[in-house]
Structures are given as structure tokens and as C-alpha cells.
């Protein structure tokens, strides 16, 4: 099966959903399929032998690390080329416009093409975290028109599958994540790793956080918990665009800010924690939480719902 995939977010960037569509590439690639992926430009041209049709981009204003895509009519003679049996679209935003006009329920679109979407990004709970909230009703008939073109929705967990159903999106099944559990698995703690993500305090209880340093990942609500335990230490690994204003946040505590870590280097750093700490309540999946259980390593996590109707926006952690 040939499957042209389209996407706001792949590599260079690193989150969830970039390791999330790498992992599925691997896997269409391993079980003899073909994948051609239309992403924005300034990274790799191939991935795993798949070829990376890079469109022009600019950066979107509120989000630097996203980079925005439109579509172009360059693409139609490229997918004819490539001759797609299906069009999988990733959130559909601007380049993914493309593949709603190509395919669509009952194999209709310009090129009569059955498509598949599936949701990754809660992006009508995002709106309150950068004060467009008063958007949220208009997002959701926008996002059900564009969903309900699809021959299949995919939602990355049954609370979203739920939660798009909800809002009248039809054709909505299950897409089960899951961690590499060859990479990520208790044992692959090391000392060195350790006394890195504690600042040279390895004996001190260590918490861990890995993802983007963004707003909507609420890192603030870890400040109260660091401060309940005072011989705890936290470590965050990633990076984003509330770096700094993280970094100020907690200025004078015991926290480490290690950047990114990939690979064996990111496995190690959870296996050498006490704890995983995740604050956010907008997370479709939580990839993070998954390898962390996979390493052996206790959550404790936001008790929040999906959308801002029945968040309360004030949901304590549990474990």
C-alpha cells in the first residue's frame, strides 16, 4: 500500500507527535508499505527511506517552533506521481488542507482517495492558555467540518475518542499509543546520569518532567510540590518557548534544566528518577507518560478533563 502522509509536525522538532508519526513511518516502511510525507521546510529531505516533500513555511507568531505550511498546486502532480492507495492527514491545520480537498468520505476529494485524519493536538483547550478562549466555539464547527470529510478518524485515547464524538465528529475510532519498550525499561538507570539530572545531589529524592517548555504544559504547577518537599530535587528536560519564563519561575530552587535528551540518553534519564511529574491537562495522549512507565518510574499527573467545559482550570496532581 502506497500512503501519502501530511503533517505540520516532523522532524527536526521534537514532541510526541513527531516521535509518534516517525514510529508509524518505521513500521508502514518495516511491513513493506510505501510512505510519502508532505511536512514544512528546513529539515531532513528523507526519513527510514521515505521521502519528505518539504513546502515552504513560515514560523506561526505565537508559537516559534511551529512552522505553517499552505498548501500548493505543486503537490497535485506529486501525489498523481506517487500514486497513493490513501491519504492520512495529521491534524489538519494548512498543509493538511491539501489532503481534505485530495480525499474523502466514500473515496471522494479531486483525486476520489479514501482519507484518514487523526487528532493529536487539543487545540481548542490550548486557546486558553494564550487568552484566545473566546475562540473555542468557533474552532470546534471548523475542526467537525474538516474531521467529518474523513473515511476514518483516529483519536489517540478512548477519553478523546469520547470527546470528538461529543462534539459531532463521526467516524471516530481508537488509535492506541505506545512506548518502545526495547529503549525504554527499568534497569537502564546509570550514577551519571543521575548526579547530571540532579546538579551532583544523586542521594536527594529526584522528580522528573520531559516534553516542551510551552504554556499549556502548566510546568508552574510543579513550583508548590518542590516546595512541599524540600529535599526533592526536579529535573526538566526538553525545551520550548516559555524557557525563560520557566527558567525565572523557578530561579533559586533546586531544578535542573537539562534540555533535550534523545535516544539512550533520554531512556537513562528516566530510569535514574524517583518520580515523573506531568502538570498538563491538554494532553490527547501523554507519550512521555507511557515511556516513563514503561522505565519502571512512578506518575503522578493532573487530574483534568479535555476540554475547557469541564476542565476547572484548578485540579490537583494525583498519583
Not at 126 to 140: M, T, V
Not at 239 to 247: E, N, S, T
Not at 276 to 283: A, H, K, L, Q
Request: hydrophobic share 40%; aromatic share 8%.
Amino acid at each position: 500500500m502506497r500512503i501519502a502522509l501530511f503533517t505540520e509536525t516532523f522532524i527536526p522538532k521534537i514532541d510526541g507527535i513527531v516521535t509518534t508519526l516517525c514510529e508509524t513511518v518505521k513500521q508502514l516502511n518495516k511491513l513493506g508499505h510505501e510512505v510519502l510525507i508532505f511536512a514544512p521546510d528546513g529539515g531532513f529531505d528523507e526519513f527510514d527511506g521515505s521521502r519528505i516533500v518539504r513546502m515552504k513555511s513560515r514560523a506561526f507568531p505565537l508559537y516559534p517552533e511551529l512552522r505553517l505550511s499552505l498548501p500548493h498546486a505543486s503537490m497535485r502532480q506529486v501525489i498523481r506521481e506517487f500514486r497513493p492507495d490513501l491519504l492520512h492527514v495529521a491534524d489538519p491545520a494548512l498543509l493538511g488542507v491539501a489532503g481534505l480537498y485530495y480525499g474523502g468520505g466514500n473515496n471522494g476529494g479531486a483525486l476520489h482517495l479514501p482519507l484518514v485524519v487523526s487528532y493529536h493536538t487539543d487545540l481548542p483547550a490550548y486557546l486558553h492558555y494564550y487568552k484566545l478562549a473566546f475562540l473555542e466555539a468557533y474552532i470546534w464547527p471548523i475542526l467537525r467540518a474538516r474531521h467529518n470529510r474523513a473515511t476514518l478518524n483516529l483519536g489517540t485515547s478512548t477519553a478523546i475518542v469520547e470527546q470528538l464524538q461529543g462534539h459531532g465528529i463521526q467516524r471516530v475510532a481508537l488509535w492506541p499509543g505506545g512506548a518502545d519498550t526495547e529503549r525504554f525499561r527499568p534497569g537502564r538507570g546509570c550514577s551519571e546520569m543521575r548526579a547530571r539530572l540532579s546538579d551532583g545531589h544523586p542521594d536527594s529524592p529526584l522528580l522528573l518532567y520531559v516534553g516542551r517548555l510551552s504554556l499549556e504544559k502548566d510546568i508552574e504547577r510543579l513550583k508548590p510540590i518542590l516546595e512541599a518537599l524540600p529535599d526533592a530535587r526536579l529535573a526538566l528536560v526538553g525545551d520550548g518557548p516559555h524557557h525563560k519564563a520557566v527558567a525565572q519561575h523557578f530561579a533559586g530552587m533546586p531544578v535542573h534544566m537539562a534540555g533535550f535528551l534523545r535516544g539512550d540518553e533520554l531512556a537513562a534519564a528516566y530510569a535514574s528518577s524517583d518520580v515523573f511529574v506531568m502538570p498538563s491537562r491538554t494532553e490527547t495522549l501523554g507519550l512521555v507518560v507511557l515511556e516513563a512507565m514503561a522505565s519502571g518510574l512512578p506518575v503522578v499527573g493532573a487530574r483534568g478533563g479535555h476540554s475547557g467545559a469541564d476542565r476547572g482550570w484548578g485540579q490537583r496532581l494525583f498519583i
